[in-house]
Nanobody, 122 residues
Framework: QVQVMESGGGLVQPGGSLRLSCVVSGRMSNIGTIAWYHQAPGKERELVARITEGITRYSDSALGRFTISRDFARDGAKSAVTLEMRNQGPDDTGLYLC?????????????WGQGTQVTVSS
């Protein structure tokens, strides 16, 4: 059906940059919005950025520092969504999860990956 897999997390120094990747596999005609969420230790999951047919939206904390982009495979069976993170601070530490929202035949379905850990520390 639909699989979501994140990668790219790791340790980054304050002020540094990191690029996260989310690969969504499945029939892309049934996938609408793809989003990145951040779950800081002991806190609830929060939306960081999302992209819908090329239109992007960011949280206040991500605006101006993070960039979300999406590439499509030619066969329509895979899509990669990248989250470029710049000027990172300790508050950016946490688990980053990718969510793919269904549409058409998969309407109202949501697909999550396992997440990738980001630690901002000197």
């Amino acid at each position: 059906q639909v699989q979501v897999m994140e990668s790219g997390g790791g340790l980054v120094q304050p002020g540094g940059s990191l690029r996260l990747s989310c690969v969504v596999s499945g029939r892309m005609s049934n996938i609408g919005t793809i989003a990145w969420y951040h779950q800081a230790p002991g806190k609830e999951r929060e939306l960081v950025a999302r992209i819908t047919e090329g239109i992007t939206r960011y949280s206040d904390s991500a605006l101006g520092r993070f960039t979300i982009s999406r590439d499509f495979a030619r066969d329509g069976a895979k899509s990669a969504v990248t989250l470029e993170m710049r000027n990172q601070g300790p508050d950016d530490t946490g688990l980053y999860l990718c969510n793919a929202g269904g549409r058409n035949l998969l309407r109202a379905r949501n697909f999550w990956g396992q997440g990738t850990q980001v630690t901002v520390s000197s």
